[in-house]
T-cell receptor
Framework: GAVVSQHPSWVICKSGTSVKIECRSL??????MFWYRQFPKQSLMLMAT?????????EQGVEKDKFLINHASLTLSTLTVTSAHPEDSSFYIC???????????FGPGTRLTVL | GQNIDQPTEMTATEGAIVQINCTYQ??????LFWYQQHAGEAPTFLSY??LDGLEEKGRFSSFLSRSKGYSYLLLKELQMKDSASYLC??????????WGAGTKLIIKP
């Protein structure tokens, strides 16, 4: 299957700082990538759809000025959590579709803890 | 609205068989996925069904009935490592992926 990587795997930061998370498709190109957030013992929540060369599409209730998404190339999308607060602490996961079935391949996730 | 229903939690015994059901009501249908997610990890792809019937892949099989809006994931010869959450997801007519809340499967010795 296709491989998607994320960096960093985990990050701890102080309240008010910004954190950048990278999502890369390693062996395929992805014009679209998806960013999810998952709180403990809850299901995946789609935050936004990242589109190469154009603006991201955000789900209802997700602040686009707080969660900045940049899809700079066909293999890289970044999510920046600006002015992070403790309530932003969560597991952030990206995915990219690949193949005829558009199977979603997930990155390993980034665990963010905001102190 | 769009809705996917799965049991919240199931318990099964090592070596046994378990069936995890998923029912869906979506705007159109372009396929159904099953994913496995271990605690603290990202989901991994298990299966894809777009036509009615059973798809078998080793110990795991997935079934689809489009007329009933129903799918199940069948796990045979359960192993302790199968303890995980199993997520059902449907692609609707707009090619949006709609996720179920997942079923937590607990395997007991």
């Amino acid at each position: 299957g296709a491989v998607v990587s994320q960096h960093p795997s985990w990050v701890i930061c102080k309240s008010g700082t910004s954190v950048k998370i990278e999502c890369r498709s390693l062996d395929f190109q992805a014009t679209t990538m998806f960013w999810y957030r998952q709180f403990p013992k809850q299901s995946l929540m789609l935050m936004a759809t990242s589109n190469e060369g154009s603006k991201a599409t955000y789900e209802q209730g997700v602040e686009k000025d707080k969660f900045l998404i940049n899809h700079a190339s066909l293999t890289l999308s970044t999510l920046t959590v600006t002015s992070a607060h403790p309530e932003d602490s969560s597991f952030y996961i990206c995915s990219a579709p690949q193949g005829q079935m558009n199977t979603q391949y997930f990155g390993p996730g980034t665990r963010l803890t905001v102190l | 609205g769009q809705n996917i229903d799965q049991p919240t939690e199931m318990t099964a015994t090592e070596g046994a068989i378990v069936q995890i059901n998923c029912t869906y009501q979506t705007s159109g249908f372009n396929g159904l996925f099953w994913y496995q997610q271990h605690a603290g990890e990202a989901p991994t792809f298990l299966s894809y069904n777009v036509l009615d019937g059973l798809e078998e892949k080793g110990r795991f099989s997935s079934f689809l009935s489009r007329s009933k809006g129903y799918s199940y994931l069948l796990l045979k010869e359960l192993q302790m490592k199968d303890s995980a959450s199993y997520l059902c997801a449907v692609i609707d007519s707009n090619y949006q992926l709609i996720w179920g809340a997942g079923t937590k499967l607990i395997i007991k010795p």
